[in-house]
């Protein structure tokens, strides 16, 4: 076992322990009324996107997101919500540093006293769903776990879910194919790029993501029998079936939630790198945050 494998297998576990502390993200995120831009780099990225689809979908106000390292500096804020897992991540810090007088800044993190909670008017630390690993698994969904239930959304059967998906064989064997597309539509659209993520930090594979409507619109084109084809949620009537006539694998099952299908994704990218020969706690260029020199921003 990996230290990656041992946080996949735990998410149940931190997720539970997340539904602790909705109460102060019903206090710091949700913010009824305010506009809110949600940031973060790489996973915390999708974390952000998939936070301002349910936020703005639940009706508490105008919520943006955008990579840290594109701050869209014409526009203004209540509220800045930055996840960021080390804290130490440098274009996150960069963009708390430039924001403009008055703007409330929350940091959401798993590691008490770094730069970014220096910088706060308010951090939520869940140091529990903190990993050993480079690869980001069971801080993202502890995270949006947290976030469902503080906007009022549904989640009572994500535990139970998560276990599922924990327990059943994997959808298809990773090993047959060279080619792996995930689709989203809404929040899940950040859940298909963190899929895509996933196998490329842990197996060095060639994944791509995107809204699923989009998917007939150019993606389609690279799809070939070698190629699995991965919907998230319910799912636009017709582009299963575009991916199928493409000759791929098709994953689709929208009875199960979508963050224990990334829990799915999560043990997928793990067996495809034991195949490769590769060490998913290791990965290639990879380290745990991105500590920038100012010479090389």
Not at 25 to 53: H, K, M, N
Not at 157 to 164: E, F, K, L, S, V
């Amino acid at each position: 076992m990996t230290a990656t494998a041992d946080e996949v297998a735990s998410q149940p576990d931190t997720w539970q322990a997340a539904l602790g502390r909705v109460a102060e993200f019903q206090a710091l995120l949700v913010a009824p009324g305010e506009r809110v831009l949600a940031i973060g780099c790489g996973t915390s990225a999708f974390v952000a996107q998939a936070y301002a689809r349910l936020r703005e979908g639940a009706g508490f106000g105008e919520t943006d997101a955008a990579y840290a390292s594109e701050m869209p500096a014409e526009r203004r804020y209540d509220r800045v919500v930055a996840f960021t897992r080390s804290g130490t991540t440098t274009e996150v810090l960069a963009a708390l540093r430039e924001l403009p007088s008055g703007t409330r800044k929350v940091v959401v993190t798993a590691v008490a006293g770094e730069a970014a909670g220096d910088l706060a008017d308010d951090r939520v630390v869940f140091d529990f769903a903190d990993e050993a690993s480079v690869v980001q698994t069971r801080f993202p969904t502890s995270v949006l776990v947290a976030v469902r239930a503080a906007l009022g959304l549904p989640y009572r059967q994500i535990i139970h879910d998560g276990q599922a998906a924990l327990a059943a064989p994997l959808p298809a064997d990773p090993a047959r194919f060279r080619h792996f597309v995930f689709l989203g539509t809404g929040w899940t659209v950040g859940l298909a790029h963190e899929a895509a993520l996933k196998v490329r930090e842990m197996a060095q594979s060639w994944s791509e993501s995107y809204p699923a409507m989009d998917f007939r619109h150019g993606p389609v084109a690279a799809v070939t029998a070698d190629s699995l084809v991965w919907l998230f949620g319910q799912g636009p009537d017709g582009v299963a079936r575009t991916a199928a006539d493409a000759g791929a694998t098709v994953y689709h099952d929208p009875k199960l939630d979508p963050l224990a299908q990334l829990v799915l994704v999560h043990r997928l990218a793990l067996g495809l790198a034991a195949h490769r020969g590769l060490d998913p706690d290791r990965p290639r260029l990879l380290t745990r945050s991105v500590v920038l020199e100012p010479s090389s921003r």
